[in-house]
């Protein structure tokens, strides 16, 4: 099953920033900055799951994963950036 998920994240932590960016970027498309776009199956989603609360501090960090519905991704509206790729086109990268 596909999960649909847009991922916005923010920290104080330069380093930190860098590691989300590294590991999102081998989940998803960088949509803006700190924000990703991810078309994952469901055991990536446990893969990153584990790996965003290993690096995310909770008291100084913020961090959101919004799961869209199939019907919903579809129906996005963007402006500069080409739709998110299928899910048999992107390369996960899991380290």
């Known amino acids: 099953m596909e999960l649909y998920a847009i991922i916005a994240y923010d920290t104080p932590s330069d380093s930190r920033r860098a590691k989300l960016a590294r590991l999102l970027k081998g989940f998803g498309e960088r949509r803006q900055f700190s924000v990703f776009e991810c078309r994952l199956r469901?055991?990536?989603?446990?893969?990153?799951?584990?790996r965003i609360?290993?690096?995310?501090?909770?008291?100084?960090d913020v961090l959101a994963v919004y799961f869209l519905s199939p019907e919903a991704a579809?129906?996005?509206?963007?402006?500069?950036?080409t739709a998110i790729k299928l899910l048999d086109e992107p390369e996960i990268i899991i380290q």
């Open 53 to 60: 609360e290993d690096l995310v501090n909770k008291d100084e």
């Open 42 to 50: 469901r055991e990536h989603w446990a893969v990153l799951k584990t």
């Open 74 to 81: 579809g129906r996005t509206y963007r402006v500069g950036h």
